[in-house]
């Protein structure tokens, strides 16, 4: 799921640590938000101690059908 304007793309800063999860196990986990089922917040560990907060978005609240994306390459806000 990318924002409309200018951080509309994926850039080699959003993939920082895409080498860590090729290199061994990670924990993701969720919380969902409780005042909007359509937001669940995603919280990354990886092997090497590193932590990657995003979140998780169900675009049926945009109006789409009821499928949930990932926001990476974007300037969302956890809400």
């Known amino acids: 799921m990318a924002n ?4 509309s793309h994926i850039t080699s800063g959003d993939l920082v640590y895409s080498h860590d999860a090729r ?4 924990t993701a986990t969720f919380v969902p938000n409780p005042s ?3 937001f669940v917040k995603l919280t990354i560990t990886y092997r090497d101690g ?4 995003t979140g998780l978005y169900n675009m049926i609240a945009f109006g789409k059908a009821s499928v949930w994306r ?10």
């Open 70 to 79: 990932m926001a990476i390459g974007s300037s969302w806000d956890q809400r």
């Open 4 to 7: 409309v304007g200018p951080n």
């Open 23 to 26: 290199a061994g196990t990670a």
């Open 36 to 38: 909007d089922a359509t």
């Open 50 to 53: 590193v932590v990657e907060t």
